[in-house]
């Protein structure tokens, strides 16, 4: 009987280890496509800071790392670069 449950328990601890890693990756994702959403907006309001002559400073301490296999950052030149894609007319049409 002891035997049974000690098995019992340790393939319950291994389904349980496995549906974390997968809620870590799931997290991950998650975690990544929120930069990105972010990222999009800071490269409007980047391309706004521009166009009407303000200094983005406040952006240039971003740094947003990504999740997962990647061990990258996201930062200011980031948002550098989408906001360069965007125009008056973009902007206005928000």
Not at 29 to 58: C, F, I, M
């Amino acid at each position: 009987m002891d035997r049974h449950i000690s098995e019992a328990q340790a393939e319950h601890q291994k389904i349980e280890d496995t549906a974390l890693r997968l809620a870590h990756n799931a997290l991950e994702e998650a975690w990544n496509d929120a930069a990105q959403t972010l990222l999009d907006v800071g490269g409007k309001l980047y391309a706004a800071a521009r166009l009407v002559g303000r200094d983005p400073v406040s952006l240039m301490k971003l740094d947003i790392p990504e999740q997962g296999e990647n061990f990258g950052s996201w930062r200011w030149s980031e948002l550098a670069d989408r906001g360069r894609q965007h125009r008056t007319r973009d902007l206005l049409s928000m």
